[in-house]
């Protein structure tokens, strides 16, 4: 009897000493009626790659408060750096990459400070003759790339932004012939806009993808089994644009409609392009 009530006491002893300490860990991290901000990154765009590294130093954002006053001030997340394959984070793949509670307002705008290089893998040497090939960062971004944004934190709500950058629209050409990066990033939150997807048909025509709505223009290769995807887009009405890389297929061009928090499948599914006679 006795053993019994030493085992039964040290278990509420050790539970509530895990409970206590919940709590005061708890407490550390939380600010009262403060937001709760997440970064997750995020690839629209499929490339005819098979890695895409990209090294991410540091994360800041400027912040407009709660009572619209710009504090007009970088201030830095708590974020340690790290290299990605974006890649791994294609068609609604994310991957989080920071996590703090943070002042309520408004995000005005992100600034991401990148490695030197972006380091690929070419495993069909499509962009060159060359299976692995490091890619210089653009010298205008050696200081960050700046985004424009306008995203609400508010008190006791979780805001995830996406990170989406778009290689397909971030990867040149300059006049010497040699490739440079320059970073096409958006910034939007899970439940802005809408998303579009699609299918082409045949693979062998090597499709890209061009969409297009007002002033946004957004790029893709179609990914091996021919399908597309994109994801933050304004509602609209958007021109959908297929440009076959193997010269014996003809363009063609369609519309379809974007709906807020919807998933449009473009039709005709798949779009079967047709060999030039």
Not at 74 to 97: C, D
Not at 157 to 164: R, S, W, Y
Request: charged residues 15%; proline residues 4%; contains cysteine.
């Amino acid at each position: 009897m006795n053993i019994r009530k030493i085992t039964y006491g040290t278990i509420f002893s050790v539970v509530a000493g895990c409970l206590l300490l919940l709590i005061s860990c708890t407490q550390d991290n939380y600010i009262e009626n403060s937001a709760r901000l997440r970064i997750s990154l995020t690839e629209s765009s499929s490339m005819p790659l098979s890695e895409a590294n990209l090294q991410i130093t540091s994360i800041e954002v400027m912040l407009t408060d709660s009572t619209g006053q710009s504090q007009d001030k970088w201030i830095p997340l708590e974020y340690a750096g790290g290299t990605y394959n974006v890649l791994n984070y294609l068609k609604g793949t994310t991957k989080q990459i920071a996590d703090q509670y943070f002042s309520t307002g408004t995000i005005t705008r992100i600034r991401i400070k990148l490695g030197s290089t972006l380091n690929i893998v070419d495993k069909y040497s499509l962009l060159t003759d060359q299976q692995q090939l490091s890619i210089d960062l653009a010298t205008e971004y050696q200081d960050g790339v700046v985004v424009d944004a306008a995203i609400s934190l508010k008190p006791n709500v979780i805001t995830n932004i996406l990170l989406d950058f778009n290689l397909a629209q971030s990867i040149y050409k300059n006049k010497t012939g040699n490739f440079v990066f320059v970073p096409y990033v958006r910034a939007y939150t899970e439940l802005d806009g809408g998303k579009l997807q699609g299918t082409i048909s045949p693979v062998e025509a090597v499709p890209m993808v061009q969409i297009g709505y007002l002033t946004d223009t957004l790029s893709t290769f179609a990914a091996s089994d021919g399908s597309f995807y994109f994801q933050g887009l304004r509602p609209g009405v958007w021109k959908i644009h297929v440009m076959p890389l193997n010269t014996l297929y003809a363009d063609t061009t369609l519309v379809d409609t974007v709906f807020n928090q919807t998933t449009t499948s473009v039709s005709p599914n798949p779009i079967v392009l047709k060999k030039i006679e």
